[in-house]
């Protein structure tokens, strides 16, 4: 596809070299999205694009607006379109002469007689409503204060939701704004204001012209937020957040891992930071974790407000996001790709940098290890599935966009990247990364072009090795095949296997070999070998004569982007010895291969459990704490989702959980991070009447866990889980919970604590609210009740809509859009651990041919994941 409009691009620059004439570019699709073969054509005549933007915010509903676009067109024989959408136009004027107004919604249409070959402007006045789902110019009443905050969310293509624009990331464009607020407010934007003036009950902010940007890259915020500013860093600094939920930042943590982050990749990158000043801002309602918008990044207030002290998996993750929007700000805002087939690079090339920043700049020295307890294992479930795809993937239009930003796009091209870092060596991958920054500066760049730097710095041809990685599908397996004799190893290959016949690629990286072998003082390395692999065999000659091994890991240090099947031996040795294995990155690979094990049906869940019970509660590494609960957890809800055939088991262990947890959380006074990790497991594990109870208890402050600080977070959570257990009395601590916490954040969680009673009547009503997409409720609530509606024991209820539900979702998917879509399909979507139930969605997938390629794609991964369960639940009462 990619060749084609290449071709078309070089056609259309002979014909006007040679004066042929030559037939108008077809017209655009008359729909919300822009195609990737009209976004081709529209870049294929328009160049150096500059915006100039006039805004009137009042606080109310609707807002207004004027855009001038200043662009040079070389071809004026066609109409040209404008990307705006659902706005009510007052005038287009093109080349100072009032035009017919030509609008559908979606875009507006200059015809070609109006206008000229050469340098063109077009005036576009408007209004429209703030968007209220978290794209375009987003709108907030915060219920505590009736103030009214305003943000900015254009990835991948909603800036025409906010202002005319050709809204496609190879298009950048310069951004001059003048905005009039109410005089309270504050305004940030890609640049710092160059003046305000004040109007007596409005204030109107300019700001000077921007540097060249994507549209998705460009931002505006504009509200009476609390703002914090710091200057001790080579950049100026602040910090944007509500003014009710002030009390809840932590400034000095934001500014100290800002101000690292800036001072180590302006030295990795070897390319100072370009954008002059660095705005945060925490803002509500986002759909997201955070964005990555020049010089004025947004962060999800959920993820980053805490009414208690952060612990340190806080502060890790608030320095971990930090640091990869910034690396956004080089890769992905400075150098941008030409379409969103291109937006896996963006992430995969943040998610590695941010990690490595993290660090290598930060307290958190084992960034790695929690990437690969996180991501990576979210990477490796991901493409295992029977929707996983290529890193690099052909995206047909905006719609698209997001179809495949997944653990994929993110971890394992990260991981990729990382592997290839080792491959070349730490230096001439830098030194090739900061040849492609410098190269494309402001610039939009191709999958090739980096690529190309790289394979320069390495001088190598690194073709070969991008389609193994990046255009081939699924993750191979790597596995130890050793013999020993006289307690020396005699022989000793590494094996690599294909991820299936359909996807046969094998791959060429580097992984450490090693071999340990057990002691009285634990399980001890004794060789460690770097080796370069490729094939289906590499033998390792330097391993021979080796002592012969209890345990072999082929991936230690986890270099390598593979499965690890351990041999029977290896196995064996990890089961029965994990507390002897002092390094904590090599105990949380064991850990999970175990759990690996239970997902494949293969070991018994009762066997990984026993394993936990065994050796959690003795867990010294904070880190690996948390991989291991966070197994525990998906354990429980594997037993929850399970039918009656475990139920004998299932009462047996569950309390044994739940024990374990509690007297770990007491255990671990003075030790805030341990006990509230702990806690928190209690709290995922909670179900049974005495467990129940004892939170009802801590709540009312009846009983106290030593050092526990039960804040209002940890309330909620509490309630919640006793609302989802229907607790005697839990509607009233839950009318009670809100009383005292009107808060925005008080309300989502309201709606979580309702939607999640094991009540057909509760559900039946939200189901409705869902369903009904006119609703007036904020989209963050309606979101907030699928995620919480229908939780693995809840089988029954849930059972009671699921033919209503999957009759229905042809139409809703039709009918409510892609940001809707990756809620509802991952949350809504029936499944409960039957092979009737597998039957019933396999019936949906033959017979459903007009769903959208992302609730698709829902609908196959929760029908492996059924297929998944009932595997498992098998293998427990054998």
Not at 646 to 658: G, M
Request: charged share 20%; net charge neutral; with cysteine.
């Amino acid at each position: 596809m990619k060749k084609t409009f290449i071709a078309a691009s070089i056609a259309l620059m002979l014909a006007q070299l040679h004066g042929h004439a030559m037939a108008a570019p077809a017209a655009r699709a008359e729909n919300a999205y822009l195609s990737q073969q009209d976004a081709a054509a529209r870049s294929a005549r328009v160049a150096n694009v500059d915006y100039t933007l006039d805004f009137t915010l009042t606080g109310a509903e609707r807002f207004s607006g004027s855009t001038t676009l200043q662009f040079d067109l070389n071809d004026a024989s066609a109409p040209l379109t404008i990307d705006l959408d659902k706005a009510t136009v007052h005038s287009v004027s093109v080349n100072g002469k009032v035009v017919p107004t030509q609008y559908n919604q979606w875009f507006v249409t200059i015809a070609a007689a109006d206008l000229v070959a050469g340098r063109n402007t077009v005036t576009i006045s408007y209004e429209r409503l703030h968007s209220t789902n978290g794209e375009g110019l987003h709108r907030m009443v915060d219920p505590v204060d009736q103030r009214v905050y305003t943000y900015t969310h254009f990835e991948p293509a909603a800036a025409h939701q906010m202002f005319p624009s050709f809204d496609q990331p190879d298009l950048k464009g310069t951004y001059a704004i003048t905005v009039s607020v109410p005089a309270d407010w504050v305004v940030s934007s890609t640049k710092r204001e160059s003046g305000i003036e004040d109007l007596g009950a409005t204030r109107r902010w300019t700001f000077p012209r921007t540097k060249r940007l994507s549209s998705y890259n460009f931002s505006m915020h504009a509200g009476p937020y609390k703002v914090w500013e710091d200057g001790s860093a080579k950049y100026p600094m602040r910090l944007f957040a509500r003014q009710s939920v002030a009390k809840q930042v932590a400034p000095q943590d934001w500014f100290k891992y800002t101000r690292q982050g800036l001072a180590f990749f302006d030295e990795y990158f070897g390319l100072p930071y370009q954008f002059e000043k660095y705005d945060q801002l925490l803002v509500p309602d986002f759909l997201y974790g955070a964005m990555e918008n020049a010089a004025a990044v947004t962060f999800a207030e959920g993820g980053f407000l805490h009414q208690s002290e952060m612990t340190a998996a806080q502060r890790q993750s608030l320095a971990g996001v930090i640091m990869h929007e910034m690396a956004h700000q080089w890769f992905g805002d400075l150098v941008t790709m030409k379409w969103w087939n291109g937006l896996w690079l963006n992430e995969s090339f943040a998610s590695f940098m941010g990690t490595l920043a993290t660090a290598e700049a930060t307290e958190f020295t084992n960034a790695w290890q929690g990437f690969y307890s996180g991501g990576k294992q979210a990477a490796y479930v991901q493409d295992q599935r029977v929707t996983t795809h290529a890193i690099e993937t052909p995206v047909p239009s905006t719609a698209n966009a997001f179809d495949n930003i997944d653990a994929i796009t993110y971890s394992k091209g990260a991981s990729t990247l990382k592997q290839l870092r080792h491959l070349l060596g730490e230096e001439t991958f830098r030194q090739g990364v900061h040849n492609y920054l410098v190269k494309y500066s402001y610039q939009n760049a191709k999958l090739d072009d980096f690529i190309g730097s790289l394979g320069e710095a390495a001088k190598r041809d690194l073709s070969g090795w991008t389609k193994q990685w990046l255009y081939e599908p699924g993750v191979n397996t790597i596995a130890a095949d050793f013999s020993c004799a006289g307690g020396k190893i005699k022989q000793f290959t590494l094996r690599q296997s294909a991820a299936s016949a359909a996807m046969p690629t094998l791959r060429e990286q580097r992984v450490q070999i090693a071999l340990f072998k057990l002691t009285p003082q634990g399980l001890a390395l004794s060789k460690n070998l770097a080796v370069t692999y490729q094939g289906a065999a590499t033998k390792v000659a330097a391993l021979q004569g080796a002592a012969c091994p209890d345990l072999v890991y082929p991936n230690y240090q986890d270099w390598g982007y593979a499965q690890v099947q351990l041999d029977a031996r290896s196995f064996a040795t990890a089961q029965a010895n994990l507390s002897k294995v002092a390094d904590p990155m090599l105990r949380s690979m064991l850990w999970q291969s175990l759990w690996d094990s239970v997902r494949a049906a293969q070991l018994p869940l009762d066997d990984f459990l026993k394993t936990v019970l065994a050796n959690a509660p003795a867990e010294k590494d904070y880190t690996l704490l948390g991989d291991v609960t966070g197994k525990l957890r998906m354990a429980k809800a594997y037993l929850d989702e399970m039918g009656p055939e475990v139920s004998a088991y299932r009462n047996k262990v569950l309390p044994q959980l739940e024990q374990m947890a509690y007297k770990a959380s007491v255990a671990a006074q003075g030790d805030n991070n341990f006990q509230r990790r702990w806690f928190g497991t209690y709290l995922g594990l909670a179900s049974t009447p005495a467990a129940l109870a004892q939170l009802a208890d801590i709540l009312s402050g009846k009983q106290v866990v030593p050092g526990l600080n039960v804040g209002q977070d940890l309330r909620w959570e509490i309630v919640t889980r006793l609302n989802r257990y229907a607790y005697p009395g839990a509607a009233a601590l839950l009318a009670a919970e809100q009383t005292r916490d009107p808060s925005d954040a008080g309300q989502l969680a309201a709606v979580a604590a309702t939607a999640v009673q094991p009540d057909a009547a509760v559900k039946t009503e939200w189901l409705g609210k869902i369903h009904d997409l006119q609703t007036k409720l904020p989209f963050s609530k309606v979101r907030k009740a699928m995620e919480n509606l229908y939780p693995a024991e809840q089988r029954a209820l849930a059972e009671q809509t699921a033919a209503q539900r999957l009759a229905t979702l042809a139409q809703v998917d039709q009918s409510a859009g892609p940001v809707f879509m990756r809620t509802y399909a991952n949350a809504l979507l029936p499944t409960a651990c039957t092979p009737a139930s597998v039957m019933r969605l396999q019936a949906v997938l033959d017979q459903t041919k007009t769903l959208s390629a992302g609730t698709m794609r829902s609908l196959l991964v929760a029908h492996q994941e059924d297929q998944r369960c009932v595997a498992i639940q098998q293998k427990l009462i054998k």
